[in-house]
């Protein structure tokens, strides 16, 4: 009885243990390096966390950065009542305002009394699909 896997070891030809078997493949031009997505979202390893949030229907990572300074009209994400939201901080006259993104909503006067926390900026937003 013929082994196959016994005479294709001796022979060198699995294709698991990395041999050729003369000529190049067709998709060797097409292949892509790994991207280490820890590199390319997170700028500060120490200060980062995520959130995923649900606006307009829509889930959403955002990546937060709390080493990154808060200025006028950036994004940042707001912990309040158990959920978070994305919100636009805008300085006007040297108060804090938290905009919404879209919508009716009215804006929020920030002080430090108030029931919720700004946790940081937004330092990348993913949109997931469902």
Known sequence: MYDF????KEAGNTPTDGSTSGFPSPAADYLAVKIDFNKVLINNPSSFFNA??????KELLVVV?????????CKV????NGN???????LIDNKAWLYPLKGNEKPIL???????????RMSRLIWMNP
Do not use: C, M
């Open 77 to 80: 994400v707001v912990w309040d």
């Open 110 to 120: 920030y002080n430090s009394d108030e029931p919720f926390t700004i946790l940081g």
């Open 84 to 90: 978070w939201h994305l919100k636009k901080y805008r």
């Open 52 to 57: 995923t949030l649900f606006e307009d229907g």
């Open 65 to 73: 950065d709390k080493a990154l300074p808060l200025k006028n009209n």
């Open 5 to 8: 896997n016994q005479n294709s």
